[in-house]
């Protein structure tokens, strides 16, 4: 699992049609966090593991902040429902994952993947 989850943001708009969950992790590990290809293949078959269709290959790049704390990854994936997104602050040991998607989806099973 790459985050421990501390809080968890579930919005739907007033018809109930899109879905937006948002997870934020504290304490994760700082190697895995630094790890492009992991955030790539987390990309790669996350889509799958909670019922999403991905119709583009995860884009996934390494950040050179100016202050050594803002270093990271940062990817996305575009899939027919939305996208999903990562950033990773690994001197933080902080993460944050966003998936957003027109299609309802399993929440606990999007935790659990």
């Not at 919005?11 to 994760?28: C, K, P, S, T």
């Not at 019922?51 to 790049?61: L, Q």
Request: proline share 4%; hydrophobic share 40%; net charge negative.
């Amino acid at each position: 699992m790459l985050y421990s989850v501390v809080c968890q943001e579930i919005l739907r708009d007033f018809e109930g049609d899109w879905m937006h969950l948002v997870l934020d992790g504290y304490g994760a590990d700082q190697n895995l966090l630094e790890d492009a290809d992991a955030i790539y293949r987390f990309l790669d078959e996350y889509p799958d593991a909670i019922g999403m269709t991905k119709i583009t290959p995860p884009h996934v790049y390494v950040y050179a902040g100016q202050k050594p704390e803002d270093v990271g990854v940062s990817g996305f994936v575009l899939i027919a429902e939305s996208h999903i997104s990562v950033h990773t602050f690994p001197k933080r040991q902080y993460v944050n994952i966003d998936v957003f998607s027109c299609k309802d989806f399993d929440t606990e099973r999007a935790l659990k993947e």
